[in-house]
Structures are given as structure tokens and as C-alpha cells.
């Protein structure tokens, strides 16, 4: 019995070593690290339930929707929860494409994130926020995922507002849309984090990416409390959401949808024409009643994650490039369309407003031929005529006079240059900071530009002075040669401003560029009050309950450089284009006494292409209310494509043929009445 | 003692209740910390199954509640056997147990949570017969070396090839359960016993040796199944599979350390309400009294388990009687192993193994087994108490 003891001794002192080992651990599981355990059990036990915030609609300047949100029944994938499943989620996802009769494929495909060698569908947003899968569901399929959620861990069903665009394609690069929020946006835009819920969408482009924050309003959150199936036991806490305020535009739908059809039309009938754009600007206000560019896109494709074949579309060369809208983005030489830059430019030199000039069917400009439309002679003209009938002769005699005032090719110390500096004047060569993304600023060359085109380039012309094109001169010699000649001249005196380029500036050619809304604007200053305001298409935003947020002016950017004795003579002058000038056939026929319109044509020639079809016009003529600018990319003569163009958006807008797009030829002036519920007085 | 002295005609209740009655000579503190330990046990069975349980709020405390008075009667009964009686018994009890262990594999038996260990007797009642097992190789391993060598206090060689075999047969049927939790409260129960009865140091040592090979082989012929291979993976890196094997033991960590110093109070537990601890009514009890009494009460229970395990071997060291004092050692291993095993695991310092905590968790049959087994300890108490 003595062994029995001593052993028994062993255990007693083996049993209160393990009840100290347990206390001790007790005591730092419970006490030392017990606050990161009750951390760990918050978040075990509350779910963080963000409640969207319904986006703010966007409405044309009548309370017409552009862009309104449809309720929809929205099913997601928790990519979280997928991944942490023994199989990758593959059995969840089989028995959703069942629910939804959609391929498995398509969906696994769907919840990949998007990265360099992943092609669409594939998800671009936040690892951490869920994936809507499909954003139109029956409630027959939304039940049997919600009744059945032990079968669908991480699959989330639940009603969400979906955007819907019902002008369709129109004005779709102007309104925008909708992507999911990445990582990188998150970090770049410090607003974004604060107010962002994981769930919504940020505007990618146009209005939806300008006016982002105050659409998107502030989610709410609520924290419930759930046990481990994940159902939910109660509300722990709950902020409501805050809705997105409305943005009333300048636009309007039934102009707009008028537009569409005349780029469309004109498309059609110019068989080269790869692209087109016509902005429409109030006069009065320089708001944007209609902004449209073919070709273009429905908005829905981005709806609940784009395909692969639709993304490529929209981002492919042969399609036109339907993203860019060309009122904005798109540069081309103005044409004749320009005069207007170079009669103010010479008045401002000192030519006589009401002199008499000499228009011959071409002149000598610096050795070379320039010649008119044809090369047809007009005799002794006033500059009223030169415009109405577009001679070219008389702006290339004054381009070469004010070429050789400022010293020629050996430029005196501070050249003049009216012909660029009114150009600039013009608000050519500079963005028109319109309220939306990504505008160009076009091109307005002169001598301190070749310069710095020359210090930019003479490396590569003097190699090409060297070596020549030999990948050219296979197939046509003739242009090698022609081309290394070229590049020698640009290597040795690249940086002269030669006379024939300031000939070919006079008449909106040659190295000018400009886009159709600066056009516009150039247009609405010149017919309106003499100054250049920076287009809005926003008109204001109001909270959804009605109060006003804010309201948007055209801010004024600056002032034409002439007086308003000359603008008047050109504003007479640019009248009589439709009825006597070169407008005169593409409205043969319109009901002048109803309203008379007034405008310039613009014929671009492009190398190797079709020439750049332009209309520049204004509405009533004697007082304008609307500016109407129509390009057509290798749409032919100005006469041909783009004024027809003009002419079918006027006879839209006054009714011509059928209901007038704006009552009494007028935009809305009030904003449109918001009841206190959100709705619309139409 | 002389039982001659006491006068055949006195009724039960005289007998029971009188001066000489072993009522009065029962160990007290023992007792009170049994009691309070099936109190605090059926408050947190309560509140882990007061919100899913058949008949909740109440319906599975009441079950407990009735299986408490089950056990207490089989407790009293114990205490009143006399040792020559559970010597002489032991065989028969033992053979008992393996029958029991040997309907579970037979058609009667049934798998409740992936051990078939259960005999369903319908009403919903169910014993597992495992539970059983362990007071019932106590005793017959007692018997068998309640005998030493002659002129030494060694266990016959005999003897201990016959433990051996028995110990044997009740763990193989028992892993055969599966249930490898109790074959190892079984091999702890059968070391122990070995070792009190004298064993060599030189045995003892081959004994561990003969373990370590008999665990070696289990591991590396694949005899275990893959989830009791992760559960101990899972114990040496929680991390590693955090929704999987590991889960248990994360969940349960959160809930004990959530509660810190004093606990959320009774009912109040969010992670106890939310069922984020599985089996949390049985095996995993402690997390309860972790979470909604905190530091205090999880330490308090500790020390009533350790006030069972002192008074145990207090009990073992007064008996003068060799096969008492075996039979007393053999529960304090059983119920110290379990202690250690199952406080542990919620804690995270032992892979999870299931076994229940005595005198706290659910289990109608353990519940028994430990109260037999409590009685066993105030039998031997109240006869061999050295006066």
C-alpha cells in the first residue's frame, strides 16, 4: 500500500499541475487577450447589411427621364463565401445556373475578377463586394434561392434600383454609365470611401462620372445580428440611406431623339461616312439642348456585366468606335465653317469691314496656286458676299499680306499672327470645359507651334531625310520620294511657318483642327452676346423631395475680339447663306417665313479620305435661340451631308413636318416641378 | 465494523438515517461540489438549447433535469455497495459492459453524430453503453489486481496480462465505434489502475513504449479517419482551415475569450444564442460557462472539478484496502483525463477529442456513469474512512 500512496502522490501533483495549466490559460484567453476575442465575436455574430441608396434619376430640361432606375430583382454572388467552400463554390453554382437555367460556365466565367489575360464576362469591381449575376430575375426564382438558403450560401437575392435609359442609344455617350467601383478608384478618390457601400456602382463616363457624387447619395448600413446558419436573429443598429439628388439637364428628350435620327439619316445617305456629330446649344444660356455622335451604343450592354464580343464592339476601330462621342472628342479641320475666325481676324488687322475685295478664281501664294471652290472668280466682292458665297481667295491674299507684315520666313521679333491669335480668341485651340469627361482642346497652328512641332520631331524627319521610305517606295516611288523630300524640309527648316500654311489656316484647313462644340460655342458667342460661355448640359441638381441643391450656369469664358458692329455685319452675312449662299439647295423648300435660318457650310479635305462634311447655323436668324452645329466624318461637301443634317434637326425642333419637338421653338426655361414623393409634374 | 451488532429488526428508514448510518459518514465536500457542478452544468445546458432544442426553451433542460435524478439514485445505490460485493461482482459487470459494447455493433445499435455508439430504447432515450464501459473496467481491473504478489505490493504477472487483455477488448470494441475519445479515457483509466497497483518502473516504461508504437501505427497505417487526422492537424495550425476542422476550435476560442473577467451574464451570450459553438450542450459546455459567466465562472468550475479530483485522491490515500483504493485512483485518472481533455480543447491547448465534461455536460449515460462512479467514491469513503 506504501507504492499505492507515493504513486497516488504523483498523481495528486500531476492533477494540480493541469488545473494551474488551465487556469493560467483561462486567464489569457479570457483576461489578456479577451478584447480581440470579444472583436472576434462581433464580427462573427453582426452582419453589416449595406442598404444601397437609390441613385438620382437624370431628366431632360422638361422632367422627361434620360436615365431613370427600373426595380429589379437582383440575384449576387458573395465571391467571399465561394472561395472559402471546400469545392470553390462549384456545387452552389451548379444549383443557381439550375434556378436562373443559365449555363454553369457563364456564370463561373462571371465571378473570375478581370485581369490581363481574362477576357469578359469576368468582374471588374471590389474582390469584397457581391457580384450581380443577373439583374432581372422572376420572384419565382428569387423565392426558391431566398427559401432555400442552406443551399445557396453566398448567393444573395434581394431588390435593387437597376438603371434603364429610355432614349436607348441616344445621347449615350453623354449620359454614361454605370461600372462597378475597382480597388484603385477606391484609394484615388478619398470621397468615394466615405460614402461608397460596396454594393453600388460609380459613373464611368459623361454625366454618370461628373456628377457621381451627388447622384449616388450615401447607402446605409444596417448592423444585424445572425447565428451560424447565417439567419437573422435581429436589427442591431440602422442608418437609413440617403437618396441621390436628381440631375435636371439642359437637355431635351424630343430634340434629342430628333438629332439621333438626323445623324442617322445623314449616315445613310452619305455612303463613305464613318462617323458623325451635331451639338445643339441654347444661344441665350449656352445650356446643351442636344448633344449626338454616331456611331453610338445602347447603355444596357454594361447592365449586370458586359460580354466580351459587346466590349470589344464598343472599343473597336471597325465599329466606329461607338464609347467616344465625336461632339467631344472628335477633331477635325473646320472649313469654311472657320471664315468667321478669319473675316473677324482681318477686321481686327485693319481691313475694311464694308470694303470691296478682289475674288479671282485662284491666286499666287508663296509660288504655289491657290485657288477657289472649282476655281471660279467672283470679281470685286464685300466680305458679306465672300461669306454667303464662300470665296477662298480673298482669305488667302490676306493670310499672305499678314504673313509677309510679320517678316515671312525670317519672323520679326513679336509677329502679329491675327489670323491664330483670333483663332484662340475664338476658343479654338482650347477645351470649352463642358461637364463632361475627357474633351479635347483641337489644334489652332502658328509659328510658335511649328516651332516646338519641329524641336518635338526634327530628329525623326532628319533620320527619314536620310534613309528615305523604303517600305514606301515599293509600292509607289513617286510618294517615297515626295516624302523624303518632306522630311528634308522639315529637318532643315521644320520650324518656318510657311506661307501656305497660313493660306491653308485662312479657310480652316491644313493643320487647324477643331471639335463640333467648340464650334457651337464659337457660333452661340458670335450670334448671341459676343461671349464665349463653356457649355453645361447639367441644369441643376434637386434632392428628391424637390428642395434645390444647386443650379448650373454656362460660366463665361471669355469674349470675341471684335466689336459688336462686325459681329453684327457677319451674323447678316451668315443669314443669307440658306437663301442665297451655299445653303441654298440643302434648303430649298424650308419654310423661311416660319423661321429663317442662318449658318455657314465647311468642306474639310482630309488626306487619303473623304472630305469633312460641316454646318454651322443658328436659329431665328434675326435673334437667334439655337445654335446647330452638324459634322459629318467623310461625309462629302458641307452642302451635301451636314446641312441636310441641320435642316431635318430645325424642322424637328420648329415642327416643320409634324409636332414641334420644343413648344413655340423655345427651351424650358423653369426647372420642372418635383412633388414631394420624388415623381415628376410632367 | 461489526455488522453482527447491529439488530435485525430496525426498518429501513431507522437504519438508513441513524446514528451508525452511512448517510452521516458520506465525504461532504465531495458531495456539495458534485451538486454544484450539476447545477452550473444544467443552467448552461439550459441556455445553449434554449433556442433550437425539441420542446425548447426547457425541453432538453428538463431531459437533463431527469437524467441528474437518474444518476443520483444510481449514485446512492453505489454508495450503499459494499466493496466485498463489488469484487465479487466486478466479472459479471464487466461482461455486462462488453455486452453492451457488442449490441452496438449487432443490428441494435445506431450512429447519433457519426459514432455509432448508441442504443436507441425509444421514448427518446438512448444509452451508450461506452459510458459504461469505463466504470465497469475500473472495477474489473481493480479486481483482478486486488491481489498482489506474494511478500511484495506487485501486481502478479498473471494478473497483469489478464488487465491487459481486458482493457484490451473494451477499447478494440470501443474504437470499433468509432469513439476514439473514450478508448483513449479507457487506455488512460487502464494505465493509471496498472500503475497504482505497483507496476515495475521498468513495465511502465514498456507499457509507454507499447502506446507510443500502438499510436504510431494507428497514425501511419491510416487507421484514423480523415477527420480525426484534421481535427489534429487542424489543433496544431487553427489557421489553416478556419471554416473546416479548425472551426470548432476558433468558435470556441471566441466565445470563451469574448467573455472575459465576468461573463455576459446567464442567457446572454451572443455567440451561445447565435450557435456559432457546435455541439455546445455536450462536448463543448464549457464554451457556455466561458462566455456568459467569464473568467470567474470558468475558473470556478475548473476548481469544483479540481475539489472532485482532490477529495478523490484524498479518499484513495485514507483507503486501506487495496482494491478500494484502485478502484478510487482509476476514477480520478477517468475524470482528470476528461477534465484536462475537455477544458482543453475550448481553450486550444488539446486537439478536439469527444468527451464529455464530467457532472456538466448533456448525456444521460455519462451522466450515469459519472454518478456510479461518484457513489463508488463515497462507498469507499464511508467503509474505509480510517476512524
Known sequence: MIRVRSRLVVLQFLVLTLLTVLTLRLWQVQVVRGAQFVAAATETRTRDVIVPAVRGQILDAAGRPLVRNRTALVVSIDRAEIERMRDGGKAVLKRLAAVLGRPVKELRERVRPCGPHVTRPCWPGSLYSPIPIDDNVSPREALQILERQEDFPGVIAEVQAVREYPLGAGASQTLGYLQPVTEEELTKRSSLKANFSGVDLVGRDGLEYVYDEALRGSPGLRRVQVDRMGKVLGVERQTSPVPGDILITNMDANVQKVVDRALANAMKNAPKADGAAAVVLDVKTGGVIAIGSMPGYDPAVWAGGISEKDYQRLLSEKAGLPLISRATHGQYAPGSTFKISSVSSMIRDGYPLRGKYDCPGAVDVGGRSFHNFHGIGMGVIDLHTALVKSCDTIFYQAANEMWRRDGGNTPVRHPKEPMTTTARAFGFGRKTGIDLPGEVAGRVPGREWKKSLWAATKHLSCARARTGYPEVEKKDPSRAAYLKTLAHENCVEGFEWHVSEAANLSIGQGDVLVTPLQLAAAYAALVGDGRLRSPRIAKALVRPDGTRVQEIESPVTGRLPIDKETRDYIHAALSEVTSDGTAAGAFSGFPMNVVKIGGKTGTAEVYGKEDTSWFASFAPAADPRFVVVVTISQGGQGAMAAAPAAREIYEGIYGIKGKAALPDGKPATRLPAIRRDGTVVQ | ?387
Open chain 2, 1 to 387: 465494523m461489526n455488522q453482527a451488532l447491529v439488530p435485525r429488526d430496525r426498518s429501513f428508514v431507522r437504519r438508513a438515517m441513524g446514528a451508525q448510518s452511512a448517510v452521516w459518514r458520506v465525504d461532504g465536500v465531495l458531495l456539495v461540489a458534485v451538486m454544484a457542478l450539476s447545477i452550473i452544468g444544467t443552467l448552461l445546458v439550459w441556455s445553449s438549447t434554449r433556442t433550437w432544442a425539441a420542446g425548447a426553451p426547457t425541453g432538453m433542460v428538463k431531459k437533463h433535469v431527469l437524467n441528474l435524478a437518474i444518476g443520483w439514485v444510481l449514485c446512492g445505490i453505489a454508495a450503499l455497495a459494499d466493496q466485498r460485493t463489488l469484487r465479487i461482482y466486478a466479472p459479471a459487470v464487466y461482461g455486462v459492459a462488453l455486452l453492451g459494447l457488442l449490441a452496438v455493433i449487432t443490428p441494435l445499435g445506431s450512429t447519433i453524430n457519426g459514432s455509432h455508439s448508441w442504443i436507441l430504447l425509444g421514448g427518446g432515450f438512448a444509452v451508450q453503453p461506452s459510458e459504461l464501459a469505463k466504470p465497469a473496467l475500473i472495477l474489473m481491473l481493480s479486481a483482478l489486481l486486488a491481489e498482489p504478489a506474494p511478500g511484495t505490493d506487485r501486481p502478479r504477472t498473471l494478473d497483469l496480462l489478464l488487465c491487459v487483455a481486458a482493457a484490451a477488448i473494451a477499447m478494440g470494441m470501443v474504437m470499433l465505434q468509432p469513439d476514439f475519445g473514450t478508448t483513449m479515457v479507457l487506455a488512460v483509466i487502464t494505465g493509471g489502475t496498472l500503475i497504482f497497483a505497483g507496476l515495475r518502473k521498468r513495465y511502465i516504461a514498456g507499457l509507454a513504449v507499447a502506446a507510443g508504437s500502438a499510436a504510431a501505427a494507428v497514425w501511419l497505417l491510416g487507421l484514423l479517419k480523415p477527420y480525426q487526422v484534421a481535427r489534429f492537424t487542424a489543433f496544431i495550425n487553427p489557421a489553416n482551415d478556419p471554416r473546416g476542422a479548425g472551426y470548432n476550435s476558433t468558435q470556441a476560442l471566441i466565445a470563451i475569450g469574448s467573455g472575459e473577467l465576468f461573463g455576459k451574464g446567464l442567457f446572454h451570450g451572443g455567440q451561445t444564442t447565435g450557435r456559432f459553438v457546435p455541439e455546445q450542450h455536450t462536448d463543448f459546455i464549457f464554451t457556455v460557462v466561458g462566455e456568459e459567466f467569464g473568467f470567474l465562472g470558468s475558473v470556478t468550475v475548473v476548481a469544483l472539478l479540481g475539489v472532485v479530483l482532490l477529495r478523490g485522491l484524498r479518499i484513495a490515500r485514507h483507503c486501506e484496502n487495496r482494491f478500494g483504493a484502485l478502484v478510487v485512483g482509476g476514477v480520478v485518472c477517468w475524470f482528470a483525463f476528461q477534465t484536462f481533455i475537455n477544458v482543453g480543447m475550448t481553450i486550444g491547448i488539446m486537439p478536439i477529442t469527444g468527451v464529455p465534461l464530467p457532472f456538466v455536460s448533456y448525456g444521460g449515460t455519462a451522466t450515469f456513469a459519472n454518478m456510479i462512479a461518484l457513489g463508488l467514491l463515497q462507498a469507499i469513503h464511508i467503509r474505509e474512512r480510517a476512524y
